[in-house]
Each structure stands twice: as C-alpha cells, then as structure tokens.
C-alpha cells in the first residue's frame, strides 16, 4: 500500500485537503458533482478545518458536492452530543457552503426493523450518484474502517455492526468516561462500497495506529484487520505521521 510519511498530522492534512479540493475544483469544472465518503472521529479534523480555511479564504465552494458518512451509533439520536451527524455540521458542513440535502449520514434513530432498507437505500443513492469519487479513512486500533471490525467480510454490505470492546473503550472517553454509555453497535458502510471507491485516503496518527498499519502495509491481507483489504485497491493512499509509521519495516 503506497504510504506517505508526515513529520506531524497538520502538514499531512493539508496535503491531503488539498486533494480533496483540487477534487471539487475539477469536477466543478466539468459540471459534475464530486461524491465524497466521509469519515469523523479525531483523524480527519484537521482535513475538515483545512477544507473550512480553504473555503473562507480561497473561495473553494462545496455546492458540488455530495458527501456520504461511514457510520453511525445505533441507537443515536441526530441531536445527541455524540452522534456523528452533531460531529459533522460542527466540523465542516455548518462552515461551508454545501447544501443540506447533499450530505448523508446514517439514521442511528430509527426502528431496528428497519435498517435492512435503510442500509439497501443508502448503497444504492450511492450507485445512483456513479458511486464514490473519493473516499476518505480513518482507522480503528484494531485494524477496523468504517465500523467494519475484525471478521468483517471485504464482500460486506451496508449494515448494522456489533462494536468490538477495544472500539467502544477507545470512545467512552466522547461518553463521560463511562463504557456502559456506549453504543453496543453501528450502522456501517460496507468494506464492498469503500473498495468501489474510485480514489481512498487513509489517516493514522499516533503510536496507537502503528501495528495496524504495518500489519496493513506488510502483512497478508485478512479478515483479521480490515484495513488490509485496501492492499487489493488500485488507487490507495495512506497517510500516516511519524508515531503511526514506528511499526514498519
Ligand atoms: C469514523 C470511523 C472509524 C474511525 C476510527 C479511528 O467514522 O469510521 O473507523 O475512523 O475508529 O478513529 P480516530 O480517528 O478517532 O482515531
């Protein structure tokens, strides 16, 4: 997997904001829009507020784009502290100027009876836009994308997930400190519509990435860590500061 090694996470987060951009700016162009899969947690911060800088100062507008998010708690009301639609409008979209009803995020409040539809009709807005043109990655301590967790398939759909224990113990931190607050499952992307993505990106940064990453980059492709998967993509990037590169050979 090409990788690219940073001295500190804000040098690398521009570039890759840049190529997010550059992205937008050439689909405009062409008149297209420009689908972006999005990511939350702490990682892609500093590409959100690179992306906000870029649209206040340099004119860059988000009216052609049309986002998809990872995940969602389940279950997760829109409005809480910790749902991933608050995380969103606070981190980018309440700072440009993309359309409210170009940016998707998974429904974590509706009936469990329904997210079978729900998932089903969120690949398939997807495919109706010509799929992902880029697709932006964090990573789990455990290998995970998306809240695609250990064992997950490179086949799996759009679905509802049972979160492993290290994931939910690296969020209670967002919950109070308290694991039992934590949701016990996710709606998630599919490892299948993060391959089809035209274009992938994967951040890590920190000590705490550094195994999962080399074990990405230098071992055998497993159901084990889901992030290896991404050595079958043909237009990968990972982009990694020094602490997350410790582990490579
Ligand atoms: C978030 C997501 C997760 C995170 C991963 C890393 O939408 O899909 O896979 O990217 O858990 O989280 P951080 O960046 O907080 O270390």
Known sequence: IPTRIFLDPKDASKSVAKEIADLIRSKASEGKMCVLGLATGSSPKTVYSELIRMHKEEGLSFKNVISFNLDEY????????????????????????????NYFIPFGDIPQSEIGEFCKSYEAKIDSLGGLDFQLLGIGGNGHIGFNEPGSLINSRTRLMMLDHSTRVAATMDFGGELIKVPKK???????????????????????KSQMIADAVEGSVSEHNPSSYLQTHSNVLFVVDQAAASDLK
């Open 74 to 101: 389940y279950p997760m009301e829109q409005d809480a502290l910790q749902s991933y639609w608050r995380f969103m409008r606070e981190q980018l979209f309440d700072h440009v100027d993309i359309p409210k009803e």
């Open 186 to 208: 996710a709606i998630t992307l599919g490892v299948s519509k993060i391959m089809q993505a035209k274009r992938v990106v994967l951040l890590a940064w920190g000590e705490r």
